[in-house]
């Protein structure tokens, strides 16, 4: 069934996926970026950030009911200025702040802070995602710094020679209930092909050794750069042919036998399209659109089995007001996927 009525899905036969719930909008939140932590009682909850009312909003991940917010303006432990990227990790929840130029690590259940760092290196963060690394994790956080602006007040595009810090990579190391912070250095390629114009979104395969980066840059392209792990453009692109929005969010669905699907999104204002890439070949797999959903920022997919969802979730923003749902089984058989081990 294709999509009607949204210009971006207009002529394409996309199938569509209706969400498993739309939340309540919040208009006045400016909801960003969502991530997903299963408690120690089973119970799903999706975290969202909220840029204009410098806190998290706390949904049910089941019905998507909005349960609590935590977090005020400032620059305090738990407070924020501007929160955009978020990621869940075993009991932690990190959240990037534009506006307070950092990084910040809260523990869950009770959002107690744990500690922030990179205010000293991060000039504009936005994105982030985490690996393993042993007892700790390495993170990467991008930065869309600009050179100033314009005379009608719009950013200014560095010179390619500028663009090499567009990512910043950090090891945090257990310490003492806290985390021991090392800098490991920035990377951005300074090629017309390679390098990060405008930067948010990021997303790690270690066993492919890849990083998907979304290019923001409209006016260059909508598409997504592949690089490795070591901050090396491997001189691939993705998307450039099927987008016809901004890229958005990425995820990784990762099967047990090494096969799996890159999810992204193409922010159509009028309609979001999530675009599935082949995990190892890196080749389109196909499309699909939801029935409500529009104007997606953030994507998180939650691949931990529930009575709701047996095979994981995928959670998406919506509007910049909320946050819908789409069960993995319903985008699976929209685009006979085929069946998915765990690992």
């Avoid at 009770?110 to 922030?116: S, W």
């Avoid at 021991?180 to 948010?200: I, N, Y």
């Amino acid at each position: 069934m294709a999509a009607q009525g949204a210009p971006e899905t207009a002529g394409r036969d996309l199938p569509i996926v209706g969400e498993a719930f739309v939340s309540a909008l919040t208009p006045e939140d400016n909801i960003d970026s969502p991530a997903a932590w299963t408690a120690p009682d089973g119970r799903v909850l999706v975290i969202a950030t909220a840029k204009s009312s410098d806190r998290l909003v706390v949904y049910d991940g089941v019905t998507g009911e909005r349960l609590r917010t935590f977090g005020a303006s400032g620059s305090g432990a738990g407070q924020f200025r501007r929160p955009n990227g978020i990621a869940v990790i075993d009991d932690l929840v990190v959240v990037v702040e534009r506006d307070n130029h950092r990084v910040q690590v809260l523990r869950l259940p009770d959002f107690a802070p744990v500690l922030a760092f990179a205010a000293q290196d991060l000039v504009k963060p936005y994105g982030l995602w985490i690996d393993r690394a042993g007892d700790g994790y390495t993170l990467y956080v991008t930065d869309s710094y600009h050179d100033g602006e314009d005379a009608q007040g719009h950013d200014v595009l560095p010179a390619l020679d500028k663009l090499d810090r567009r990512v910043h990579r950090y090891a945090l190391r257990p310490d003492r209930g806290t985390f021991a912070v090392e800098a490991l250095g920035a990377f951005g390629d300074t090629t017309a092909d390679g390098a990060l114009r405008v930067v948010e979104s990021i997303w790690g395969d270690p066993a492919n050794d890849r990083l998907l980066i979304a290019e923001e840059d409209e006016t260059y392209a909508n598409e997504l750069k592949v690089y490795d792990l070591a901050g090396r453009y491997t001189g691939r692109t993705l998307g450039r042919d099927v987008f016809q929005a901004q890229a958005e969010g990425i995820m990784l669905k990762t099967c047990a036998d090494g096969s799996g699907w890159w999810i992204t999104t193409e922010q159509g204002k009028g309609r979001t399209a999530f675009h599935l890439f082949d995990r190892r070949s890196l080749a389109h797999v196909g499309a699909v659109t939801g029935k409500t959903v529009a104007n997606t920022d953030g994507i998180w997919l939650h691949d931990t089995p529930s009575a709701a969802f047996p095979d994981g979730v995928l959670y998406a923003v919506h509007d910049d007001q909320g946050l819908v749902a789409f069960d993995w089984r319903a985008i699976a058989q929209a685009l006979s996927l085929p069946a998915c081990g765990r690992l």
